[in-house]
């Protein structure tokens, strides 16, 4: 067979191969980084691992220095904003070594799994989001250092 029939044969069986791998696994779905509450509550099943977004509920955070770990609860709208806890989620935190950004009304990110024996989100990674000091300011109708009207 002559060399440029072998490379067009190569060529065309890897773009097949791309193709193939691009339209199995870059579908609508393949790129969600984590799940909101609700969506969590709608889908979720016990063990199975997941990243549920939320916000930490005002007052929840419990800090247990002798069993080493955290308790709180995630809730779907933000605290200022007068979301509520009810419906919220119960997360239990194995670790007392918190994002310094872990605080009441935090926006957080927990991964881990739903457990089946006490109903708890049991996280193994917790990541809080940095708030913008451009949302505050906006919010509270001030201009802030260096922003143009």
Known sequence: MAKGIQIAVGAIAIA?????????NLG????VYYQTLNEFRANGDAG???RVHGYVATGSIE?????QRVRFVVQQEPPHT?????GGLSVIYASLETPD?????AEVVVEGRLTARNGAFEATNVLAKCPSK???A???GEVPPGAAR
């Open 138 to 140: 906006e919010a509270a």
């Open 48 to 50: 199975d691992n997941a």
């Open 82 to 86: 007068g979301g509520t806890p009810d």
């Open 16 to 24: 097949f191969l791309l193709g193939w791998y691009a339209s199995d």
């Open 101 to 105: 950004l872990f605080k009441d009304g």
């Open 28 to 31: 609508e779905d393949s790129f």
């Open 63 to 67: 800090r247990d220095v002798q069993s």
């Open 134 to 136: 451009f949302e505050a």
